[in-house]
């Protein structure tokens, strides 16, 4: 139990393109849904949490306008990179949890690389 | 800002050996994680500490959190070239009011050699 998938696993894009990366928690419902984004060799930064059926909040330094959250199921959180440039190449992960459980479950993660 | 310190940074054991990586909170700790990291993969969630003193252990890992709740050991015994990855300490930030912000130590890499 407890499994959460993302789709892509890597992706390579030409700067100025959007890419949208999915997080699906498989076998449970997901009040609350997390990115994160990790460069080489760091560790994980939380760049926001994702209620449904609510806007998502962002950390201190994240821009709102260029990572486009969208929770519109218990099963289903999206991030879109809009404008993506290759600084936003990294490695996002998203983890999920629901509101009875305080343990969070992490995807496999999604490289991204932008030309 | 709570911040998480883990040592060692890196670690390398011969198979068989027994090994301990800390991790340590500028601030109480209500809610400590530790995670198994593939590198360029995801997280997988090992254990979770709550109460000062609280000790869990899955197969040959251990996970301790102090008394005073601002240290966590993780401890492998008989470690095993499977134990080899990244091991990430997570702490909620807030006094756990955070509803799942968690707040990442920079890991510790640790490699098994056969």
């Known amino acids: 139990g407890a499994v959460v998938s993302q789709h892509p696993s890597w992706v390579i894009c030409k700067s100025g393109t959007s890419v949208k990366i999915e997080c699906r928690s498989l076998d449970f419902q997901a009040t609350t849904m997390f990115w994160y984004r990790q460069f080489p060799k760091q560790s994980l930064m939380l760049m926001a949490t994702s209620n449904e059926g609510s806007k998502a909040t962002y950390e201190q330094g994240v821009e709102k306008d260029k990572f486009l959250i969208n929770h519109a199921s218990l099963t289903l959180s999206t991030l879109t990179v809009t404008s993506a440039h290759p600084e936003d190449s990294s490695f996002y992960i998203c983890s999920a949890r629901t509101d009875r459980q305080e343990t969070q479950y992490f995807g496999p993660g999604t490289r991204l690389l932008v030309l | 800002s709570q911040e998480l310190e883990q040592s060692p940074q890196s670690l390398i054991v011969q198979e068989g050996k027994n090994l301990t990586i800390n991790c340590t909170s500028s601030?109480?700790?209500?809610?400590l994680y530790w995670y198994k990291q593939k590198y360029g993969e995801g997280l997988i969630f090992l254990m979770m500490?709550?109460?000062?003193?609280e000790e869990k252990s899955h197969e040959k890992i251990t996970a301790k959190l102090d008394e005073k709740k601002q240290q966590s050991s993780l401890h492998i015994t008989a470690s095993q070239p499977s134990h080899a990855g990244i091991y990430l300490c997570?702490?909620?930030?807030?006094?756990?009011?955070?509803?799942?912000?968690?707040?990442f130590g920079q890991g510790t890499i640790l490699t098994v050699h056969p």
């Open positions: 601030k109480t700790l209500y809610g």
């Open positions: 500490l709550q109460k000062g003193g």
């Open positions: 997570g702490a909620d930030r807030a006094g756990g009011t955070s509803y799942g912000k968690l707040t």
